[in-house]
């Protein structure tokens, strides 16, 4: 078999987000309050004390095609990161408490021989779309593997994204950051709009695409108007009403004095302080993509590539 490397940018075309659809989501809004009820809630007045912040980078370092008898596969050599920060929010301190980089070839055929620092790893498909969408899966997985390692400590784990596939480890929540699409109906998006910073709305039960509970938070540091400085977070569906609603006081508690600062982040205040600095970490623990690149292009070489 050999294996060719694509010349143009790798991360071409890489985006994990799907398009918002059209249809309307399936919304019971009556778990915490009634909808005609609705209204900004405020904050416990104390909450978890020691939490979890879990996050992934990916990052696509080469696009191949494998060639055999004439057939030829699309693959991407991949390398994905995942980590856990541990905040004491008494003291205000946060620590890295595992870390973790893995690296990966993604095609529906194997090459038959090591390719360089990327084990072959089966995709089911050889859409180029769907290559993606099974490294994104092992970055989640890794997610999920620095989470359990920590969770233990935690009071609450917040995982970077939505939480789907990742809702078996204790007194976790999914932490959305921008907003692709509206789920409420508009009398009660109203209500997010009116939440001031430190506020959610009552949660609800998103039923569209994979059931879960959710519910919209604002942070401090933006104008609280809009949908500036909002969150919407995550949590399990096997969970009872009342464990759901407890995830969101945890929540409105814990995050706003996470929340990152707009002349240090331009993602800010969504971005949090402790996932901001992980993000970092993490993209230095993937490497150097030029160097990444030679060695493709060496393993390659090995397997009969002509330039």
Same mark, same amino acid.
Request: proline share 8%; glycine share 8%; aromatic share 6%.
């Given at each position: 078999?050999?294996?060719? +490397?694509?010349?143009?940018?790798?991360?071409?075309?890489?985006?994990?987000?799907?398009? %918002?659809? &059209?249809?309307?989501?399936?919304?019971? !809004?009556?778990?915490?309050?009634?909808? &005609?009820?609705?209204?900004?809630?405020? !904050?416990?007045?104390?909450?978890?004390?020691?939490?979890? +912040?879990? *996050?992934?980078?990916?990052?696509? *370092?080469?696009?191949?095609?494998?060639?055999?008898? #004439?057939?030829?596969?699309?693959?991407?050599?991949?390398?994905?990161?995942?980590? =856990?920060?541990?905040?004491?929010?008494?003291?205000?301190? %946060? @620590?890295v408490?595992?870390?973790?980089?893995?690296?990966?070839?993604?095609?529906? +055929?194997?090459?038959?021989?090591?390719?360089?620092?990327?084990?072959?790893c089966?995709? =089911? %498909?050889?859409?180029?779309?769907? /290559? +993606?969408?099974?490294?994104?899966?092992?970055? =989640?997985?890794?997610?999920?593997?620095?989470?359990?390692?920590?969770?233990l400590?935690?009071?609450?784990?917040?995982?970077?994204?939505?939480?789907?596939?990742? $809702?078996?480890?204790?007194?976790?929540?999914?932490?959305?950051? %921008?907003?692709?699409?509206?789920?409420?109906?508009?009398?009660?998006? !109203?209500?997010?709009?009116?939440?001031?910073?430190?506020?959610?709305?009552?949660?609800?039960?998103?039923?569209?695409?994979?059931?879960?509970?959710?519910?919209?938070?604002?942070?401090?540091? $933006?104008s609280?108007?809009?949908?500036?400085?909002v969150?919407?977070?995550?949590?399990? *569906?096997d /969970?009872?009403?009342? !464990?759901?609603?407890?995830?969101?006081?945890a $929540?409105?508690?814990?995050?706003?004095?996470?929340?990152?600062?707009?002349?240090?982040?331009?993602r800010?205040?969504?971005?949090?302080?402790?996932?901001?600095? /992980?993000?970092?970490?993490?993209?230095?623990?993937? #490497?150097?993509?030029?160097?990444? /690149?030679?060695?493709?292009?060496?393993?390659?070489?090995? @397997?009969?590539?002509?330039?």
């Amino acid at each position: 078999m050999q294996i060719t +490397v694509d010349a143009w940018d790798p991360s071409f075309a890489d985006n994990p987000e799907s398009p %918002s659809r &059209a249809n309307q989501a399936i919304v019971n !809004a009556g778990i915490e309050l009634e909808p &005609a009820d609705w209204c900004p809630v405020d !904050a416990p007045a104390s909450g978890p004390r020691r939490i979890v +912040v879990v *996050d992934g980078v990916r990052r696509i *370092d080469a696009r191949v095609e494998l060639l055999e008898d #004439g057939e030829r596969w699309p693959g991407v050599c991949v390398s994905w990161a995942a980590g =856990a920060v541990a905040c004491d929010l008494d003291g205000q301190v %946060s @620590t890295v408490a595992e870390a973790a980089v893995e690296r990966g070839l993604f095609a529906a +055929v194997g090459p038959g021989v090591d390719f360089g620092y990327y084990p072959y790893c089966e995709a =089911a %498909s050889a859409d180029p779309g769907e /290559l +993606v969408n099974e490294a994104q899966q092992k970055m =989640a997985d890794l997610e999920a593997k620095m989470a359990a390692l920590c969770a233990l400590e935690a009071e609450l784990s917040v995982l970077d994204g939505p939480l789907r596939g990742r $809702t078996r480890l204790p007194n976790s929540v999914g932490y959305i950051k %921008s907003h692709h699409r509206s789920y409420l109906p508009g009398e009660l998006n !109203a209500v997010v709009e009116r939440l001031r910073p430190g506020q959610r709305t009552p949660v609800f039960h998103l039923m569209s695409g994979w059931p879960r509970y959710t519910w919209y938070l604002r942070l401090p540091g $933006t104008s609280s108007r809009g949908w500036a400085g909002v969150a919407r977070l995550e949590a399990a *569906d096997d /969970l009872s009403e009342e !464990a759901a609603i407890a995830l969101a006081d945890a $929540t409105a508690a814990a995050l706003p004095p996470l929340g990152s600062a707009a002349h240090k982040d331009a993602r800010a205040p969504q971005n949090l302080t402790p996932i901001a600095g /992980l993000e970092r970490r993490l993209k230095r623990m993937l #490497g150097d993509p030029r160097l990444l /690149l030679r060695s493709v292009r060496a393993a390659s070489a090995e @397997t009969g590539e002509r330039p």
